[in-house]
């Protein structure tokens, strides 16, 4: 067994370790959200353990969060930065069921987007922002309707679309995973910059 398979079947135990532990105790089943107008917010960071993520996009000029479970807040706002951190909003607060966390946001309306997660699918739909960021140990990532440059890497795992930079994947170190470097759309090369990353999942681009 190879050094790169030995490292991704540990994280795949760690994810198993991390979705064990979160499915005991007590916990609430009452769905909850935050709402930040639009002025309020340029950048979001949100950080997970084992939840599932979707960012969609919204007509409004509001961000609202939305997740069943937990206690405390749902984000912290501080100069414009908004924090979603589940590691640290339900310290202490086992979770029943790995609900998912959604997240609405006006399509235009922030400059940075960072999603880090040890084990969960994140998914983004149609979001515009000039530099986005998603990381990932184990799931996989789906995004639909991004411009702009694009920097992708699954460490083992496919990457697939069906756009015309498709004839830019190439296979990845020792023959593992796959990369994707160029331009999402040549007919409309805004420069905004999305870099993809999963140890252990599949990135599809729509």
Known sequence: MTKKMKQTVSLFFIALLITSLVGCGKNSDK??????????????????????????????NDLTITFKGGDGELASLENGLLTVDLHKTFAGVAIKKLETLYIDIPKDGLSEVSIQSDAGNITINGLNVMDLSVNTEVGDITTTGLTGNVNAISGVGSIETDLSIASEIMAGKDGLGNTLKGNLNEEDKKSFTTELYTNTGKITLK
């Open 31 to 60: 769905e909850r959200t935050a709402t930040y107008h639009l002025t309020e917010v340029e950048k979001l960071e949100v950080k997970t353990n084992a939840n599932d993520v979707i960012l969609r996009t919204t007509e409004s």
